[in-house]
């Protein structure tokens, strides 16, 4: 049966009152629709917005094979430029426990289980709620874990993001984070940032940093680079030939990224690191 949380007002986080079709705050008026059960905790205008900034051929492509998430995450794991290696968000979960509450804010298609929740601004296969990571519809201290993977890049404001993810952490609960270090510009529908160790030390230094290990290795930073670098070569500075060519090398430069699982451990690997993962723990 799946965890059914108390939804807060998103701004002021004051407790909602379940209506037939939405969650109302009785003190101002506001309400947020329920639709095909899915609580909507965005206005129209900012989904109107971040629909219009996912066109372009990459993005629609994304979207299109989104609907099929089996297919989606296979073509993740084969062809993007990433060789996952070190603690998973599956495994950090596991240890958690089966009891465990939580949410995995910026989901997207990817599901845990029951009783952790898919977050997401747009709605996909598989998201329980749509909402702002910037204001998350949940109590402070009402979660045992977030899980956040691959979304902070892709926002302006990632501070206020993982300042929210901590008000809704209970005390002792924790977090599990992926960034990117060396890894080429991706947008989903927009990219803003990168990390090294020493950056994501100093993003979530309000909580006690039980871990940072790479998730992603110097050989899937290779592959990103050797893909982008071809692709700028072989398009002639044409847009639309560079993201074709962007779409079509992944297919011929996907093996040099399992490298990764020979030498993705090495400790002299962060230094080049794709991706970053980290631990932390609310205090």
Known sequence: ???????????????????????????????FPVKNGIPIFVPESLQEHMDGERKGLENTLKTL????????????????????????AK??????????????????????????????IFYYEGVDVVANGEQLPFADNSVDAVVCESLLEHVP?????????????????QMYIVIPFVYPFHACPNDFYRWSKTGLNEM????????IGVRAGASSALMGQLTTWTAIILSFGLTPLYNFFSIVLPLVFFP????????????TAIHGA????AVVKKQ
Not at 65 to 85: A, D, E, H, N, Q
Request: charged content about 25%.
């Open 157 to 173: 404001k990632p501070k206020v993001i993982v300042d929210e993810m901590f008000r809704v952490l209970k005390k002792g609960g």
């Open 274 to 277: 794709g991706q970053f993962y």
């Open 65 to 88: 094979l989104r609907k099929s998430p089996l297919l989606y995450r296979f073509l993740i794991f084969m062809i993007s430029p990433v060789c996952f290696t070190g603690l998973s």
């Open 91 to 120: 495994r950090f979960l596991k240890r958690l426990g089966p009891d465990t509450t939580g949410l995995n804010v910026g989901s997207g298609v990817h599901k845990f289980g029951p009783n952790i929740l898919n977050i997401d």
């Open 1 to 31: 049966m799946k965890w059914q949380p108390a939804f807060v007002h998103p701004v002021s986080h004051v407790p909602l009152t379940r209506e037939a079709d939405s969650f109302k705050d009785a003190q101002t008026g506001d309400v």
């Open 204 to 211: 979530l230094k309000e909580g006690e940093i039980v871990k």
């Open 256 to 267: 040099v990224k399992f490298l990764d699982l020979l030498f993705g451990w090495y400790p």
